[in-house]
């Protein structure tokens, strides 16, 4: 058997699972991401059991057991009043019950334990993809110097605004929904002693508009802050724009004391609008398919866009085990079907499902997001 030689763009989380879980299933693999190197944004990433537990048979839970946290709980409370409306228990409940604990990281910390599961020459930084072409059997990645490289199937995974995606269906723009999010992280003494504070704790809003989200980072030594506001406009694009704390907490001032006092801690935040898409109804074209935000964007309300790479990554590398360049097209544009197939309902049901953000405000049934399997799913 020939293996396929598959180009991802983008090396995001999405990309890389792609890259280890492909090369676990024998396939040659070339990652071409457009930033010149990686830098070490200083953001978070809530992973929920069903994409750690994707991610151990990728050869990476170990590492990121080193530096994540494990909170204790999921817990929701409304935000004025702080009555408890649900309390799911995670750490070793939920690793007994779906095989893996829900983990808080450093995103880059998730970044680069999945770049040391895949040879240096694999990921090729600075090479921005500008379009992808159909040839009769595979795909041309077009590169921003005009560079062309031929493939047996190309996977974009270059994020909400994908290349490839616009290649395949056409350029549009996703819709801003109106919110902004504030990001910060602070050292744990600043609350230390504060009820619940090694928990996943979501202090909901009036409205869908305003939440404050707190779990712990780094083992417990940090603790990190999510919080949203309406704005009408937003332009700006990025993870670090800074953002105005006092008018962040102005627009909190009747929270909960307890809420209210994770914005005091924080000494400052960064801001990043929150954009969406509609569910597609195709993402495949040929040799060519999507996974990760290229495919289903979605808003953090569940905390389930990169989990959803994550899970598509597998998936993927699933459908193309034993799919050999020398069976030519069929297989191929077979295995991306099945891929598309699975996945796409699931990741349409969480899209439509973040947008409503009500995910777990109450009731404490989290088993449909979390009991997924991506490694044994049933591929139609
Ligand atoms: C505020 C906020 C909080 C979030 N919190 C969580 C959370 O707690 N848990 C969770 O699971 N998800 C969360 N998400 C969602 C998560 O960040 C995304 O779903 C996830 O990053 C998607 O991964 P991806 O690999 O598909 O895309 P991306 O992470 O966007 O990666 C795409 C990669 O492609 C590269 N690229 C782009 N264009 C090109 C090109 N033309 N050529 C080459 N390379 C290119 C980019 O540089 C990037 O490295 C959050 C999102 C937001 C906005």
Same mark, same amino acid.
């Given at each position: ?10 090396? /995001?989380?999405? /990309? ?7 090369? $676990?299933? /024998? ?5 071409? @991401? ?16 069903? #994409? ?17 946290? &494990? ?5 929701? &409370?409304?935000?004025?009043? /702080?009555?408890?409306?649900? &309390? ?18 450093? &995103? ?30 595979? #795909? ?13 199937? =190309? ?20 819709? *801003? ?8 992280? *602070?050292?744990?003494?600043? =609350?230390?002693?504060?009820?619940? %504070?090694? #928990? ?5 809003? +009036?409205?869908?508009?305003? $939440?404050?989200?707190? *779990? ?29 704390? @006092? ?7 009747? *929270?909960?004391? $307890? ?66 360049? +020398?069976?030519?097209?069929?297989? %191929? ?48």
């Amino acid at each position: 058997m020939s293996n396929l030689s598959i180009g991802i763009c983008g090396a /995001g989380m999405g /990309g890389l699972a792609a890259a280890i879980a492909l090369r $676990q299933a /024998g396939h040659a693999v070339r990652v071409f @991401e457009r930033t010149p190197r990686f830098n070490r944004v200083g953001a978070d990433i809530n992973l929920t059991p069903n #994409a750690v537990f994707a991610l151990d048979k990728l050869g990476v839970g170990a590492y990121l057991r080193k530096s994540a946290a &494990r909170p204790t709980f999921r817990i929701s &409370r409304d935000g004025i009043t /702080g009555e408890e409306t649900s &309390r799911l228990p995670m750490s070793s409940a939920a690793e007994a019950k779906y095989g893996a604990p829900q983990l808080t990281i450093h &995103r880059a910390d998730l970044l680069s334990a999945m770049q040391d599961q895949v040879p240096a020459g694999c990921i090729e930084l600075g090479r921005a993809v500008h379009g992808v072409s159909l040839r009769d059997h595979g #795909a041309t990645i077009r590169f921003a110097d005009d560079v062309e490289a031929d493939f047996d199937v =190309v996977i974009g995974a270059d994020g909400i605004h994908s290349a490839v995606r616009s290649a395949l269906w056409g350029a549009d723009t996703p819709a *801003f929904t109106g919110i902004v999010s504030y990001r910060g992280v *602070f050292p744990r003494e600043r =609350v230390e002693g504060m009820a619940d %504070i090694d #928990a996943f704790t979501k202090w909901w809003g +009036d409205t869908g508009d305003r $939440q404050i989200v707190v *779990f712990p980072l780094t083992q417990g030594k940090e603790i990190f802050v999510f919080a949203t506001t309406p704005e009408e406009a937003w332009s700006a694009e990025g993870w670090t724009l800074p953002g105005d704390i @006092e008018a962040l907490r102005a627009a909190y001032s009747d *929270f909960h004391p $307890q809420a209210r006092a994770l914005l005091d801690a924080c000494d400052s935040v960064t801001a990043s609008a929150l954009f969406v898409r509609e569910p597609m109804a195709q993402w495949a074209r040929g040799a060519v398919t999507l996974l990760g935000d290229a495919a289903h964007p979605m808003v953090p309300f569940m905390a389930q866009g990169a989990c959803m790479a994550i899970e598509d990554a597998v998936v993927l590398a699933r459908a193309l085990t034993g799919v050999s360049r +020398d069976a030519r097209g069929g297989q %191929i544009g077979e295995a991306l079907r099945r891929y598309e197939a699975e996945r796409k309902p699931r990741t349409a049901e969480i899209q439509r499902s973040s947008l409503a953000n009500d995910w777990l405000k109450t009731g404490s049934n989290a088993d449909w997001v979390y009991a997924y399997d991506a490694w044994t799913v049933a591929l139609p």
